[in-house]
Every structure is written in structure tokens, then in C-alpha cells.
């Protein structure tokens, strides 16, 4: 297998120029605002706290280095959506749908604005997505994807034979949906460049210093690291994936592995053969589904598929590389890409998604509203971060707001189940999808989840 000379590390990182290189939090220190966190959810917050207050102190302890976790190993694909898409906003919360899909839309604005403002270059391109389609019924599922986006106002284009081959030709995908109105950026540089703008307006960013204690004092609220403490009028809790420090939200989410590839860069003519025209990114359409993208230089990412759950919830740092994976979206790639037989991979690896019951965030306060939580983006967080930050905002300013009035945002996520169930439940839930993907059938488990509306993916 060619994934094998690849370097086990996030291709991102090598793009960053002069990343940020914060020293560990030592001694006690005061604040207004303490973030924990320093991925987008965390670094959006940090940054959207100096433009709503410019006097308040703020403090962001991030456990690793930046970019070290999901924010910088993703696929950059930033949605016009804050729901995980249409379809689950219209399953999910269809009293709201409208109101979900029209702030998704914004958000994408404001994100881009933002980043104009602030100088921030995050690689953001607006260039739009295509999703291809494998078999008759995703083909169809494409047809109704496009009558559910009409409702709403959202233009597409529903491409086959010629017309799709002009965009993207390779014999694996008949049918294909191009959505103009979305966005991929550069994840890496989207983390260093939020952090720089936020310490350039005042807020303090600690590196290397996780936070092992929060504790609900009386003058505030007491965060333990290694080497020092913070006492924080206010806390923000961005941590995505990681074990919650709250105890209540642990059974909210459960960690999802998803694994990347990154190819050598394509030749003109290697890309002439798969007739890939544009910027745009590409999914399939399968409940097991890639996406990928070209980036700078013509090389393509090809991440997704294999969405690995450890039993006990395991996420321990050497999961982040996984051969069986590898081997898998390998297969899947020169599958795909039958012309590209002799390309290799330059660069490989594992990311941890925060996989809720729903597919979506979900933003919560503690500790007498002194605490504000967000987390569940499952795998569709580069734009929703965005959006769950303002969210926190808004409850620890006291704030009732179109945001904090959301169901998405304010009901509970239905909990996981304890293990061995946890483990036994995902293995189930993943057979069915991957059966349903094979025969377009889906299961009766599938649909009672659907009922519920208990969803599975990342
Ligand atoms: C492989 C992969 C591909 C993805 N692709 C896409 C995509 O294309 N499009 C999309 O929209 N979404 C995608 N996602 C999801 C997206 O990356 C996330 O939703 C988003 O980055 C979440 O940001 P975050 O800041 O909440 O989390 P993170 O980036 O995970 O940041 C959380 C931070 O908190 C820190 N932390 C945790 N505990 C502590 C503690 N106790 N003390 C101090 N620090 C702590 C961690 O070190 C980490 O840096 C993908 C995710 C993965 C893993």
C-alpha cells in the first residue's frame, strides 16, 4: 500500500508561517473570561469576547498545541449551515428549519467578513461543493436533496452524463448535486490566524497547559492546571472531543476517529484525466462517505469513510494513525480515481469528531451561568464553531437572543448508553449503514432511530 511512505502528520501544519508558539500558564492569575480550548470554538470565542468588550481580560489555556486537535486536522469544509445540513434540520427541528438555514447562510457571511476584517488568512475560498452520487438510490437521494434546498430558496444544480463529466469524470460517480454557496478553507492557518487576531486585541493564549480542575468558588470559578490557576468571573468550556470537565456532559458525546490521506500533486494531465474543473470540494453521498478536495498545489485530500469508535470511548494520542484505515480509503481512492494508478501519498493522519446523538452542537451553561459550554459538532464544526461561540456570549452576557431562543442549540442531546451497550450500539448502528449503503435498504433499527430522531454519522 502506497499510504505507508506517508508522514504521519497533518499536512496543515506545514502551510502555517511563524505559527503561534504560546508559553504554559504559571502562577495564579485573574480574569474576566477563561477559555478552555484553543480550537475554533475556543479562539472564536476569544476573539468575539474582545470585540463585545475591549477592557476585559481575557485567558485562553489550550491543553496541547494549537492545531493540534480536530480544528487542524479537518478537511476545511465550511458549511453555509449550522444543522449539519438541510436534511437534518428539516428531520430534526422542522419548526425551526427556516430559521436554522437562514443563520447558517449568515454565518457563512460573517465568517468570511470576519476574516476580511481581522486580516485573518485562513485560506478561505468560496467556490462552492459537489456531491457525487455512486449508486441509483444515492442518485436519488441527490434529487430530493435538490427539491429540499428549493423550498428553501437554495440554488443547485443536478448534473449527469456529459454535464457531470465536465466537472468531475471518473467511472465510480454517475449523478452529482453542485451547491455554488460553500466554502473550504485552510484549517491550520484559519487556527493561527484567530488566535493571532485575538491576541492581538488583549486576550492572553497559555499553550501546554491543560486544565485538570474546575471548581465553582465563591469569587469565581477556579481552573487547576500543571503549573498555575486561573480565578475567571467566567468560563468558557471548548473541548470538543476531549473528556468533558463537566461531568454531566460525558454521556453526550462519544469520540469518532476519521482518518485522511493527502496524495502527491496531481500533473495537468493527471488532472485532466479525472476532468476535475474547479476549487470546488466533493462528497459522496453514502452514510460511509468521503470527502475531498484539492489544496494548494493540486494534491488531493481524501478523508471520511472509516468512522472508528473504540470501545470504552478510547482516545488515546497513538489512535490518531490506524494502517487498517489507511488501507481502506486507499482502496477507495484508486477505486474513485482509476486514472491516478501511480500516484502516492504524502501525508497521513487520525482526528478525533465529537459525535452527539444528533449531529449537532449543543451549547449549555453551569455553575449559576458563570460556566457556558458548546460541543457535538459531530464531523461538521469549521463554520458552526463560529456560531456556538456567539452562542456562549450570549448566555454568560445574560443575553436572550434568535441564538440562545434555538431548540438546536438548547435541548439536551439524547445520551449515549453506558458501555458494553455504547459499543455494541455504534457496531450495530454502522452495520446498518453500511448495509443500507450496498443496498439502498434502510434497516428497521435505522428507521426507529429515525423515529427518535436518534441519528448516527460523523
Ligand atoms: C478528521 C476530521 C475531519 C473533519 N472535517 C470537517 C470538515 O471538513 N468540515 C467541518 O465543518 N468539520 C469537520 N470536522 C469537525 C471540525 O474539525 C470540528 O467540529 C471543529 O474543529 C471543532 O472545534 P473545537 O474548537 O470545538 O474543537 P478542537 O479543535 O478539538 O479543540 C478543542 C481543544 O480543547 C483542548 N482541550 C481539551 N481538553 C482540555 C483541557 N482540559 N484543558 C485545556 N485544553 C483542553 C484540546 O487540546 C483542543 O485543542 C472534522 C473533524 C475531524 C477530526
Redesign the pocket.
Known amino acids: 500500500m502506497r499510504f505507508g511512505d506517508a508522514k504521519p502528520a497533518p499536512y496543515w501544519r506545514e502551510t502555517v508561517e511563524n505559527p503561534v508558539d504560546a508559553p504554559p500558564l504559571q502562577g495564579d492569575v485573574t480574569c474576566d473570561l477563561a477559555i478552555?480550548?484553543?480550537?475554533?470554538?475556543?479562539l472564536w470565542s476569544a476573539l468575539k469576547a474582545t470585540e463585545r468588550n475591549g477592557d476585559a481580560s481575557i485567558v485562553v489555556?489550550?491543553?496541547?498545541k494549537?492545531s493540534?486537535?480536530?480544528?487542524?486536522?479537518?478537511?476545511?469544509?465550511?458549511?453555509p449551515s449550522i444543522s449539519h445540513g438541510v436534511s437534518n434540520a428539516t428531520q430534526r427541528w422542522p419548526g425551526e428549519a427556516e430559521t436554522l438555514i437562514r443563520l447558517g447562510r449568515e454565518n457563512l457571511d460573517d465568517l468570511e467578513a470576519d476574516l476580511a476584517h481581522h486580516g485573518i488568512d485562513g485560506g478561505f475560498e468560496r467556490n462552492g461543493k459537489l456531491n457525487v452520487a455512486a449508486t441509483p438510490w444515492q442518485a436519488e437521494g441527490l434529487r430530493a436533496m435538490q427539491a429540499s434546498y428549493a423550498r428553501f430558496g437554495i440554488e443547485t444544480e443536478y448534473l449527469e452524463g456529459a454535464a457531470l463529466d465536465e466537472r468531475f469524470n471518473t467511472p465510480r460517480y454517475h449523478a452529482g448535486l453542485f451547491e455554488p454557496n460553500y466554502a473550504l478553507v485552510n484549517?491550520a492557518r484559519l487556527v493561527d490566524g484567530l488566535a493571532k487576531a485575538a491576541m492581538a486585541r488583549g486576550a492572553s493564549l497559555h499553550e501546554n497547559?491543560?486544565?485538570?480542575g474546575m471548581k465553582n468558588a465563591a469569587d469565581g470559578v477556579r481552573l487547576t492546571t500543571a503549573e498555575g490557576t486561573v480565578l475567571a468571573k467566567q468560563v468558557i468550556l471548548?473541548?470538543?472531543?476531549?473528556v468533558p470537565?463537566l461531568r454531566r456532559l460525558r454521556s453526550a458525546i462519544i469520540p469518532i476517529w476519521?482518518?485522511?490521506l493527502v496524495s502527491e500533486p496531481l500533473s495537468a494531465d493527471q488532472l485532466a484525466a479525472i476532468g476535475w474543473q474547479g476549487r470546488y470540494g466533493i462528497a459522496d453521498s453514502g452514510n460511509q462517505f468521503h470527502?475531498f478536495r484539492k489544496i494548494a498545489d493540486n494534491r488531493i485530500l481524501w478523508?471520511g469513510y472509516d468512522a472508528i469508535y473504540y470501545y470504552g470511548s478510547k482516545r488515546d494520542a497513538h489512535l490518531h494513525d490506524r494502517a487498517e484505515s489507511y488501507e481502506t480509503i486507499e482502496r477507495n481512492f484508486f477505486d474513485a480515481f482509476p486514472a491516478l494508478g501511480g500516484i502516492g501519498f504524502t501525508h497521513r493522519w487520525?482526528?478525533?469528531?465529537?459525535t452527539s446523538a444528533r449531529l449537532t452542537a449543543f451549547v449549555g451553561t453551569a455553575f449559576q451561568n458563570r460556566v457556558a459550554y458548546?460541543?457535538g459538532?459531530?464531523?461538521?464544526?469549521?463554520?458552526?464553531?463560529r456560531f456556538a461561540a456567539l452562542t456562549m456570549l450570549d448566555l454568560l452576557e445574560g443575553k436572550t437572543t434568535e441564538r440562545t431562543r434555538l431548540k438546536l442549540l438548547s435541548s439536551r442531546a439524547v445520551p449515549f448508553p453506558p458501555e458494553p451497550i455504547r459499543s455494541w450500539a455504534v457496531k450495530w448502528a454502522q452495520t446498518d449503514l453500511a448495509r443500507e449503503d450496498l443496498t439502498g435498504h434502510r434497516s428497521l433499527l435505522l428507521r426507529t432511530l429515525d423515529k427518535f430522531k436518534i441519528g448516527f454519522g460523523s
Not at 487520525?350 to 465529537?354: H, K, M, N, V
Open positions: 478552555i480550548g484553543g480550537g475554533f470554538t475556543g489555556l489550550e491543553g496541547g494549537l493540534n486537535a480536530a480544528s487542524g486536522r479537518n478537511g476545511g469544509f465550511c458549511a484549517p497547559s491543560l486544565v485538570t471548548a473541548t470538543n472531543a476531549s470537565l476519521d482518518y485522511t470527502y478523508g487520525g482526528g478525533l469528531i465529537d458548546a460541543m459538532f459531530t464531523g461538521q464544526g469549521v463554520s458552526a464553531t
